[in-house]
């Protein structure tokens, strides 16, 4: 495939695609001090704009194309459906300083979508205010710490994370001003209860784990993990990036969490969009409800028999605050409201149940020709071992791109950490039987292949857009622009008088 | 069953393999005294019954479809072009993900660093990164950033009043546990009395241009007694001004920031929308974010690729600065869209759409009895309008003729009781303003 040129590259002077009207009232000045000089975008029509694009999308490897087992990211069917809801002009076109009575619409969605999601979940209230993931574990943990805070309990300033979390957990921590404490797992792929009995005292704040676990496995212990970190004081936060395989399963908030973040770009479906906009509400039992963050969406006026109730913005009492302007990400609650309402709480429960039930095929057809290190019935993900010692030199990375020949894309690399040559696989509920079985002929053929034709592996990919790239000269000689701004010092800045 | 593919079959011959009798048994790991709990939602429901009630909710909302809107404060009614629109839903963008594989990502990587090209160009910045949650975010990281700049000995972060009350809130939340000195935006102050609060402990100065007033003000003097106390200038932008207006690298700034909804995203009551984040060169090992960079491919092709990865929270853990992950890519792709259609000729026109518009309507508002337009410093496209009677009670009867007015300044300025901040874009047209103007002469009796 050719070098698709950079859009400023189509460029020629006079050009525009721009139509827009006409100036209609009288020209004011602009005061010369302010004025700016050429302002460097491309000068394009509108079909250049459009074929470049297009053009751009198809190097894109996209669940409409073909299987997405990212491990941990859950890359199931995205309802087209949602995308015309979000679309809406009712929804896209509203200001978000709107004054509540004339959100009422919007409103009653949110609402009706946090009641939705703490009862999924069992919690108490939930704040559709975080923008991702991240940002949800984020208000979590700023939670946690306000709680022991407003009990004068400021010695607690450790939050226990176990070596198989996600990344964001121990960087969440930091960014929250506490520390986290890694705990192991044991040969089954469970938090070492010993260990997390030795880490219990009490500065302890909380613990961060994710349920299922990033191995893909229900963890055997967790209630027993559970009441030793509240036995020592601590508050319970679950990573909810791997709630697909928990729906009608089990409720979070009922197995003892205090916290937790939901995805709704893994879970409910929203798109991830080349990596966001994504959504991290934020779940939470009786203790926490004050320390949401803002605003949330009450009921604040009931309404006469038979009218509508009157919702509104509320800041929680004791808010760690807002984390975001306007109302978190709403254009996803659109998208999340519209999942809920095509499944049901009995359609939920199946989605949940084929998750686990494709994971498992999958593992079932797959652990006679790779090392699975966990070979236990699994969640909505598995994890394998990318090498063979029949095979030395291959790496999972190998694997992957090898992949990328069979128009499939890999599965998360080198995640978890605590797995060698990690491949870490899901396959969500959307895919169907026939579709999974071709992506097992194709890892079984790899397989071989890393016995008969190594370099078919070594070498790969063959057949995609660009093939392995540099990523040391994209470091080293860092272009991160093609239209950098002068050096302002030597083009002499005006300085003020 | 909506999208589970799966027939009783598939179902029976997939347990089968698993050596499971039923889909329950794939359970077991999971305390039985908390397995399989009700959960009390809906029944589930048809594509034609979500469409129906959807639209009902939509409805249920004063939106731009039925009311011109004058109300900006953060977020604004632009034109989208269609073209953005379509390319947004090409299922190849809005259905992959981060592209952490560059091979088949290529697409995404590209138009991200066509993205940063443009926000560097507009910004007057070396660098920018592939975007955060919003602008405030923007801000926040932005914080962090001059705080390790400093090393964590400088503790002062000095803001203006000027900046939208929910980005200095957003900060506030981030920063919350830093022990930090904020200060700054206790009271509206100028420029020069801003320059009066800097220390050496001072880490990062930050203003907004335009202002939350819509007002310009001159930064230049700002930005040198910030470098002389060795701290770092933020920028808070409007993207559509910049069209119009000197850039803030020209003006100084070391980082800008700002929100990009205004470059082709719709207001979609308050999100998603795309927190730009541009700096220089000096900074960009340090800031926040994924960033995209050209390199080559094994066969000496041109290729893009995510880069100066060691920084994130995937690999630093612990000591990663900040923990973001998403960025907002389907955003920065509907701005690089908006940008294309644009082009050098085009935004500058939407700019000065906005500019001319918001003051042949300042003129004409001013011309009323009751209504005073603030005028100390220029604007672009907000301006302060005194009224002489409540702001609420203003936007009761403008509502009611279908106008959606401006944003009461009280709540956040209690010296502007009474104060209105009115927006004018391009969708504003003439008729429209003379409208506003008819419908606020009505206003003032009530």
């Known amino acids: 495939m050719a070098d698709t040129p950079l859009i400023y590259d189509l460029s020629v002077p006079g050009r525009s695609a721009a139509n827009l009207p006409a100036l209609d009232v009288p020209e004011a000045p602009l005061p010369d001090e302010f004025a700016r000089g050429p302002l460097d975008l491309p000068e394009v029509s509108e079909l250049q704009v459009v074929r470049h694009f297009v053009g751009l999308s198809q190097k894109n490897f996209a669940i409409d194309r073909n299987l997405y087992p990212l491990g941990s990211c859950t890359m199931k069917y995205n309802p087209k459906i949602n995308e015309d809801a979000a679309r809406l002009p009712g929804f896209a076109h509203l200001h978000p300083l709107t004054d509540d009575a004339g959100a009422q619409g919007a409103q009653a969605l949110m609402f009706t979508l946090q009641s939705w999601l703490a009862e999924i979940a069992g919690f108490a209230a939930v704040s559709l205010a975080p923008a991702a993931g991240a940002q949800g574990e984020f208000a979590g943990i700023l939670m946690i710490r306000a709680y022991h805070r407003d009990r004068g309990d400021e010695r607690r300033t450790k939050i226990l994370v176990p070596n198989s979390a996600h990344g964001t957990n121990p960087a969440t921590v930091t960014m929250a001003g506490l ?26 704040a909380g613990m961060m784990i994710t349920v299922p676990s990033t191995l893909g496995l229900f963890d055997e212990n967790i209630l027993e993990i559970i009441r030793l970190v509240h036995e020592c004081g601590g508050l319970m936060y679950m990573d909810g990036a791997n709630m697909n395989s928990l729906l009608g399963i089990v409720k979070p908030g009922e197995l003892g969490f205090d916290v937790m973040h939901y995805n709704l770009h893994k879970t409910f479906s929203t798109p991830h969009g080349g990596g966001g906009p994504g959504c991290g509400a934020v779940g939470v039992n009786e203790k926490l409800v004050d320390y949401l963050p803002g605003p949330v969406i009450r009921i604040v006026d009931e309404g006469a028999q038979g009218q509508p109730p009157l919702y509104g913005q509320v800041m929680p009492m004791r808010s760690i605050g807002r984390l975001k302007s306007f109302h978190g990400n709403f254009g996803m609650h659109v998208r999340a409201y519209a999942y809920i309402r095509a499944y049901g709480g009995d359609g939920l429960r199946a989605v949940s149940q084929h998750a686990v039930l494709n994971a498992n095929y999958v593992r079932a057809r797959l652990h006679d020709v790779y090392t699975v290190p966990y070979d236990r019935t699994c969640a909505h993900e598995f994890v394998i071992e990318g090498h063979w010692d029949t095979a030395p030199g291959l790496h999972a990375l190998d694997i992957s791109k090898r992949l990328m020949d069979y128009d499939i894309h890999p599965p998360t690399n080198y995640f978890p950490l605590i797995v060698p040559e990690a491949l870490l696989i899901e396959p969500t509920e959307t895919e169907d039987k026939a579709t999974l079985d071709g992506f097992i002929d194709v890892m079984r053929r790899i397989a071989s292949e890393a016995q008969t034709e190594p370099e078919l592996l070594r070498e790969a990919p063959h057949h995609t857009p660009v093939r392995r790239v540099d990523e040391v000269r994209a470091a080293k000689q860092l272009m991160l622009c093609c239209r950098p701004a002068p050096d302002w010092q030597t083009v002499g800045v005006e300085t003020a008088s | 069953m909506s999208y589970i593919p799966h027939t009783e079959a598939e179902r029976q011959q997939m347990l089968d393999a698993i050596g499971t009798p039923t889909l329950d048994d794939l359970f077991e790991a999971v305390p039985a005294s908390h397995r399989f709990p009700t959960l009390d939602l809906p029944q589930a429901m048809s594509e034609m019954d979500i469409l129906t009630e959807m639209q009902a909710l939509s409805e249920a909302n004063d939106h731009a479809g039925d009311f011109a809107i004058f109300r900006g404060a953060g977020a604004y009614h632009h034109f989208v072009p269609s073209v953005v629109n379509h390319i947004l839903l090409r299922g190849e963008f809005y259905t992959a993900y981060t592209p952490y594989q560059p091979e088949v990502s290529q697409g995404t990587l590209q138009a991200i660093y066509e993205y940063q090209s443009m926000m560097c160009q507009l910004t007057g910045m070396d660098a920018a990164n592939a975007s955060h949650y919003d602008g405030a975010t923007s801000l926040a990281e932005a914080a962090t950033v001059a705080l390790e700049v400093g090393r964590h000995k400088r503790r002062r972060i000095i803001l203006s009043a000027g900046i939208h009350p929910q980005y200095r809130e957003v900060l506030k939340t981030y920063h919350q546990w830093g022990g930090l000195d904020i200060t700054g935006d206790e009271s509206v102050r100028s420029a020069a009395d801003l320059a009066d609060l800097i220390n050496d402990q001072t880490a990062m100065v930050a203003v907004a241009y335009p202002n939350y007033f819509g007002q310009l003000e001159d930064i230049r003097l700002l930005a040198e007694r910030t470098h002389q106390a060795g701290a770092l200038l933020v920028v808070v932008a409007n993207p559509i001004a910049l069209a119009l207006l000197k850039s803030p690298g020209e003006l100084g700034a070391d980082i800008v920031v700002g929100e990009g909804q205004p470059l082709g995203i719709p207001l979609s009551y308050g999100g998603p929308y795309l927190g730009f984040f541009a700096c220089r060169e000096d900074y960009v090992r340090r800031i926040a974010g994924r960033i995209v960079g050209e390199t080559l491919d094994q066969d000496g092709k041109r290729a893009f690729v995510m880069t100066l990865r060691p920084r994130e929270q995937d690999i630093r853990r612990e000591r990663a600065s900040s923990n973001i992950c998403t960025k907002q890519g389907l955003m920065a792709l509907a701005a690089t869209v908006y940008l294309s259609v644009m082009g050098k000729n085009g935004l500058r026109h939407a700019a000065e759409l906005c500019y001319h518009r918001a003051h042949y309507a300042a003129d004409r508002i001013d011309d009323l009895l009751g209504y ?34 401006g944003v009461d300044l009280t709540p956040h300025y209690p010296h502007l009781a009474d104060h209105m901040l009115l927006c004018v874009t391009e969708m504003n047209r003439k008729s429209e303003i003379d409208a506003l103007v008819d419908a606020l002469r009505e206003a003032r009796h009530g």
């Open chain 2, 372 to 405: 005073e337009v603030v005028r100390d410093l220029p604007f672009f496209n907000e301006f302060v309008v005194r009224c002489a009677r409540p702001v609420a009670e203003i936007n009761a009867v403008l509502s009611a003729r279908g106008i959606i007015g």
């Open chain 1, 179 to 204: 520390h986290a404490v890694e705990l192991p797992s044991n040969a089954d792929g469970n938090v070492d209860l010993d260990a997390l009995r030795a880490a219990c005292d009490d500065t302890v």
